[in-house]
């Protein structure tokens, strides 16, 4: 069947920063600070920034303005995780939490929580939502067809066609692998804000696959005070699966940097500006290429997982 000439397909902003989670981050003005690699700061309302035009619309036309059946705007299958974000939010706003900094080892400063498979499931869909639709995310399918046909760029129509293809079915994938399985820790940082970024700490590769079996991970910031940590080791103690964790301004900042490592264009913050570390500064997308960092030490010491020490940084 030919593409059938319907005419432009209106263009639509799709939020991989969804504004129900940065409007957390606008200060007493009402805005959020936008922190570029080369130290160019970008102050406007939270719905301005975490935004690109049809983001989530596979568009399958081999020339621009054309339509075909098989085009699809999948921004509904993010539907869930942004209805359920106010509720997740403010029920991490509730957790109980102790200031634990004086105990002898990083184990010991986690506060086990009482949760429900409902909570669970929901906070699973809303942290896996901000991964598999962040600008990190988004490159990783590209960049493999790129290596595989060893050229630098793909033509940006195809590119993009193939990354939404490699996003559309990730959300529902990665939720019903994690399902209400793993571990949990909820960061607190009472001193020092979080940042957010156009990249975090998560393992999730594009594309995932309808079987893979992967053990996740991901460092989540949700707000300014609060991060998600997350895992699902091999081996693990089941119960408990939530904590609660208070962080130290130097904490804090050791997991600022950890996103600017792993952001590429975007780094948001509230009202304390970061200092730019190299790894952001080079502007291109970063991981950790072994388990010798802070967030893998950091899960190794959630209690019913690993051994402990003392810090993390």
């Known amino acids: 069947m030919k593409p059938q000439k319907k005419g432009k397909a209106k263009s639509e902003k799709h939020h991989w920063w969804p504004e129900c989670v940065s409007e957390h981050w606008k200060n007493a003005d009402g805005k959020v600070h936008w922190l570029q690699p080369n130290g160019k700061l970008i ?73 429900s498979d409902k909570q669970i499931a929901q906070l699973v869909e809303s942290i ?31 590119r993009n066609t193939l990354i939404t293809l490699n996003m559309r079915d990730s959300q529902q994938r990665v939720v019903s692998q994690i399902g209400t399985r793993g571990k949990f820790a909820i960061l607190y940082s009472p001193k020092r804000e979080f940042v957010f970024g156009d990249g975090f700490f998560h393992n999730i590769r594009s594309p995932v696959q309808p079987s893979q079996l992967n053990s996740y991970k991901m460092l989540v910031p949700i707000t300014p005070e609060i991060c998600v940590l997350y895992a699902n080791p091999w081996q693990y103690i089941t119960e408990p699966r939530l904590f609660t964790f208070v962080v130290t301004p130097e904490e804090a900042d050791v997991l600022n940097n950890v996103v600017q490592i792993y952001s590429c264009n975007s780094i948001f913050y509230r009202s304390e500006m970061p200092k730019i570390i190299s790894g952001y500064a080079e502007a291109t997308h970063k991981i950790f290429t072994d388990s010798g960092n802070p967030v893998d030490t950091l899960i190794s010491n959630i209690p019913g997982v690993g051994s402990s020490q003392s810090i993390f940084f």
């Open 43 to 115: 102050v406007a309302p939270p719905k301005n920034f975490g935004c690109i035009g049809n983001g989530h619309y596979i568009k399958l036309a081999r020339n621009a303005g054309e339509t075909t059946p098989w085009d699809q705007n999948f921004e509904p299958f993010f539907d869930d995780a942004d209805g359920g974000f106010p509720s997740v939010i403010s029920w991490l706003k509730s957790l109980k939490r102790d200031d634990k900094r004086e105990a002898k080892t990083l184990s010991d400063r986690f506060t086990p929580q009482n949760t």
């Open 128 to 158: 896996v939502s901000l991964a598999v639709r962040s600008p990190m995310q988004r490159q990783t399918g590209a960049r493999t067809a790129e290596a595989l046909r060893g050229i630098d760029r793909l033509p940006e129509r195809e």
